[in-house]
């Protein structure tokens, strides 16, 4: 009979003081290879890297026909995360021409300006919370640039994020937001057929236009992929800009390094994305498997914990320390294998001009509160980041 930890761990809804979620998965992956998570409906966890890194790689026994280790038969769809091979490259395929790496270099002029347009009220304030006031809005512009839309439906967006993920406190989280974003890209779907904008630009336009296997894509798909991309791009990217202004608002030094060496900005910006990962991804399983001493069986879920597998000791030196210039950074902060995270050069070109064009604009700031701060669980985050700087 094999043995085997059971751990009833919390990882959606527990509140803790910030980075205690980081040392509670750093001190499970030193106990546990794997282990059952009791809570909820119960799901099995690697916590190596390696291990992740293969679980990754072997999509006929991982698949990803659901990827919320809570949720092993969802009545939604994620696409074109819930896609297997080879269907799943023939979705990237088409929305290479707004995410690959000569997109982003496209945008990124633009992007930058919006970072700056972003930060620029703030200077005069003497302070802000980070989150609402820059963290809100910044990934909402970049989101519509990249659709081809105007920035004259960013307060929906906003809005949207807030409720959904129960940002407003006394608010828990509002599904109907996510009905109401549908709703959305449903209405702008049908005007895009009635009026099209210009393929090249406007995202939408673009899909209703796509073929898959030789057949128009269905509506409900391109409805799939927008509202995946709309939940991809905003409180992920939201989330971590709050963890980056975190570390540099109490790491004195490392500030003044990203201030002064703005060279130095793409290398921490990984070690940021390494260091304070705040999703993992899960997987169901397609048949019984003894997984290096895991006794899975099949369509039981698995969650491939990256923020264990980022921290993992036997591939990161000294993992739980902040080093900017870390290299090589082989983390998988974006997953691994095809489904690799389709925005990761976005989100790496966001982070990039927010902490530029930030320090640019002001280069010292300080936390602006006695209180500790409080991370939330789910997508490992703040709610509140209160900063201030002398003017």
């Not at 202004?245 to 290398?267: G, I, K, M």
Request: glycine share 4%.
């Amino acid at each position: 009979m094999v043995e085997y930890a059971s751990v009833d761990l919390d990882l959606t809804s527990k509140v803790a003081p910030a980075t205690e979620h980081w040392k509670e998965i750093d001190s499970l992956r030193e106990q546990h290879r794997f282990f059952w998570n009791s809570h909820g409906p119960g799901y099995w966890v690697l916590t190596r890297y390696d291990d992740i890194r293969e679980a990754f790689n072997t999509p006929e026994v991982f698949s990803n026909r659901s990827i919320v280790a809570t949720d092993p038969n969802p009545a939604y769809r994620f696409l074109p995360s819930f896609s297997e091979p080879p269907q799943h490259m023939k979705y990237r395929h088409l929305m290479n021409a707004w995410f690959a790496p000569a997109a982003i270099k496209r945008y990124a002029p633009r992007v930058a300006e919006l970072a700056r347009e972003t930060v620029e009220p703030l200077v005069a304030g003497g302070s802000c919370d980070f989150i609402q006031a820059f963290g809100d809005g910044f990934p909402v512009k970049v989101f519509l640039l990249v659709m081809g839309l105007p920035l004259d439906d960013a307060n929906f967006f906003v809005s949207a994020v807030h409720r959904m993920s129960g940002d407003t406190p006394g608010h828990p989280s509002d599904m109907t937001a996510w009905d109401d974003i549908r709703q959305y890209w449903r209405l702008m779907l049908e005007s895009r057929r009635s009026a099209p904008g210009d393929p090249a630009v406007d995202f939408v336009t673009h899909l209703s236009r796509c073929e898959l296997d030789g057949e128009p894509l269905p509506d409900e798909d391109i409805l799939d992929i927008l509202v995946t991309l709309t939940l991809g791009s905003l409180d992920t990217i939201k989330n971590q800009l709050g963890w980056c202004f975190y570390h540099l608002a109490t790491h004195p030094d490392d500030r003044r390094r990203v201030a002064s060496e703005p060279e130095l900005v793409p290398s921490a910006v990984e070690e940021f994305l390494r260091a304070y990962p705040i999703v993992g991804m899960a997987r169901k399983a397609t048949r019984d498997v003894d997984f290096h001493g895991c006794p899975i069986k099949q369509d039981q879920m698995v969650l491939l914990s990256i923020p264990a597998a980022t921290r993992d000791p036997r591939q990161f030196p000294d993992a739980d320390k902040v080093r900017i210039d870390r290299s090589p950074n082989r983390h998988i902060a974006f997953g691994a294998s095809e489904h690799r995270c389709l925005g990761s050069h976005l989100a790496r070109c966001e982070l990039q001009s927010a902490i530029r064009h930030w320090h640019e604009l002001i280069p010292d700031y300080r936390l602006d509160t006695d209180e500790p701060l409080l991370a939330h669980g789910g997508l490992i985050s703040l709610r509140t980041l209160p900063l201030a700087w002398d003017l």
